[in-house]
């Protein structure tokens, strides 16, 4: 029988070694599993891993892919650092995507790239709108954040749904679920013809600064911080925890409906059901494996980004399922935990004789 022992003091450096270990487990599991499926591991790693950047086109997509995810991940690093679970950036996208796409299709006649900025801000408001539900929930009925942010999502997917089936379906698309085409004066400018990658990599970027100067330099970070480390402490300095909640939460919501509505005006140039390959999910494993820092965060992002474009790749290459990539994706969380469950705790024997004791007292 074993039994976890809390470490005495926890090793800062495994802790920031943690994300490369489960990396480096996730590339060991996924090797042996390419073998079982009768390819050779090393040639599959290579055409998940390394083949999507051989070429300028594959890192401008790469691009594309860490654009959604670094802007959903730092409006989640807020809220994770104030021990706020939000679960619903998935929806938050979404709704993003959505309301931007409703806006769009009021100016399909448009020629003036001002179209573009109500377009923009009708997708983060949007996605912050979704955000203020958990908000309201949590914050007056102490509801669960992580059961209402999951159901929240299921409700933006199937309003997505309804949208494309419905009121936004394209008369002229042929009775495919889509609406019709952005006009191309409201699509995101990008930087060259030759490639699909447009400014919403800018986007992300200044996110990315702005939170981590928010969080290190101002008060209100400093708040949230200390809310997360201690919220009896908060309380107790004055600090408004509902106050800093719905800043979290809103603020998270809006970054990732601007990532929804980047996406449509972006590469899609239109609303499609598959409008999220599953962004604000894998935004969460970005937290975690970037240590809520944002240069970690920026190269969890480009992970995960190649995850996306790996499952592509080895489904066109070599006909496997796509699905590959959300098993990565969780082998990686997967071990991510392990590892830091190991650097936090020990697995300790336990003695037959304390082992009977238990039993007989909990008997």
Not at 112 to 125: D, K, N, Q, V, Y
Not at 329 to 345: K, R, S
Request: net charge neutral; glycine share 10%; with cysteine.
């Amino acid at each position: 029988m074993f039994k976890l022992e809390k470490r005495v003091s926890d090793s800062r450096l495994m802790a920031y070694l943690s994300p490369l270990i489960a990396i480096t487990l996730t590339l060991i599991s996924g090797g042996i599993l390419f073998l079982f499926l009768g390819h050779d591991p090393f040639e599959a790693l290579h055409t998940f891993f390394i083949s999507p950047l051989t070429s300028v086109y594959g890192w401008t997509e790469l691009g594309i892919k860490v654009a959604p995810l670094l802007l959903c991940a730092m409006g989640l690093t807020l809220c994770f650092r104030a021990k706020i679970w939000n679960i619903g950036a998935e929806g938050q996208f979404i709704m993003g995507a959505l309301g931007g796409s409703i806006a769009a299709l009021q100016f399909l006649e448009a020629d003036s790239r001002l179209a573009l900025i109500p377009i923009l801000l009708a997708g983060t408001f949007s996605g912050l709108a979704w955000a203020a539900l958990a908000a309201w929930l949590k914050t007056r009925f102490n509801a669960n954040e992580i059961l209402t942010t999951i159901m929240l999502n299921y409700i933006a997917l199937n309003a997505l749904l309804y949208g494309v089936h419905g009121p936004l379906k394209d008369p002229d698309g042929f009775n495919f679920p889509e609406s019709a085409l952005f006009a191309d004066a409201t699509l995101l400018p990008v930087f060259s013809d030759d490639y699909r990658l447009n400014i919403s990599i800018f986007f992300a970027l200044f996110a990315m600064v702005a939170v981590w100067t928010l969080m290190s330099r101002s008060w209100i970070g400093y708040q949230i911080r200390v809310l997360g480390e201690d919220a009896k402490a908060a309380r107790y300095a004055g600090f408004k925890d509902k106050h800093l909640t719905w800043f979290a939460l809103l603020t998270c919501g809006a970054l990732a409906g601007l990532a929804g509505v980047s996406e449509v005006t972006g590469p899609l140039g239109q609303l499609v059901p598959q409008v999220s390959p599953g962004y604000g999910y894998a935004a969460i494993i970005v937290v975690f494996l970037g240590r809520m820092q944002p240069l970690g965060i920026l190269l969890a992002s480009m992970l995960l980004a190649l995850t996306f474009m790996g499952g592509e790749m080895v489904q066109i290459e070599m006909t496997l399922p796509k699905s590959l990539t959300g098993l990565f994706q969780g082998m990686l969380l997967f071990f991510l935990l392990a590892t830091d469950l190991l650097i936090a705790y020990r697995i300790v024997p336990t003695s037959l004789r304390s082992s009977r004791a238990t039993s007989l007292n909990q008997g």
